[in-house]
């Protein structure tokens, strides 16, 4: 097993690319804390993990709270006495528009997509550091690659964790922590849909949003869960020893021209 008697944390874990994540960890010998808003899930999620033989802790909160974003680090290593990595999975679409954006909408786009990243990272190196080295994985987005018409407070905020993961590898390299993070492209996800239902936005159907997306992807699918879990795995393990600073496209091509 690729993750045998390591400790990790993932966020947004309930749903989507995290779940399909901390499924993939735990079953490659991962002990894993869980993170998300959604308490229910996590719980329905822990019981699945164990019920295979894993072991798991949820760790229901609001992470848009600087402190709850901290303290998942700190009952993690409470619980499993360390911490070998963190998937900062955590997202979230923001407004549509520019112009006239509420103050809120930003706001929360902002506490989701970097302030609370920065504060469990915060609480991580610590810990990671006691273990001689680790890794740290950020999930930004194809849209944090190049830019997004439809979603430019969302490109900006996935442009920031790209910048951030970059300069902590460097910064992080000479103590063997490793700092990557992932690009996601067009996945079947919850969240996918939420970008054609915001309200600042013309609607759009389920339907519509998917195919809207497929016509943007050069193997013309959306990307499944399981196949960013399987990249996020890759950079978490040591099979990536040698890899720091990279971000990395899941997007069945979209960003390649």
Known sequence: MRLAGKVGIVTAAASGMGRAGALRFAREGAKVGLADLNGNALTELVSEIEANGGTALALPGDLRDIGQAAQIVAKTVDKFSQLDFVWNHLGHPGPGKVEGMSQADFDIAVDLNLRSVIA???????EIRKRGGGSLLYTASASGLIGSRHSPVYSAMKHGVVGFAKALALR?????????????GPIETPMLHTFGS??????????????????????RRLGKPEEVAAA?????????????GVALSVDGGSTAD
Do not use: H, Y
């Not at 339907?207 to 809207?212: N, P, T």
């Open 120 to 126: 469990t990272t915060e609480a991580a190196i610590p």
């Open 172 to 184: 992080l390299a000479p103590e063997n922590i490793r700092v990557n993070s992932i690009c996601p």
């Open 198 to 219: 915001r309200p600042d936005q013309p609607q759009k159907t389920v339907e519509e949003v998917a195919q809207g997306a497929i016509n943007t992807v050069p193997m």
């Open 232 to 244: 996020a795995l890759f950079l978490i393990s040591d099979d990536a020893s040698f890899v720091t």
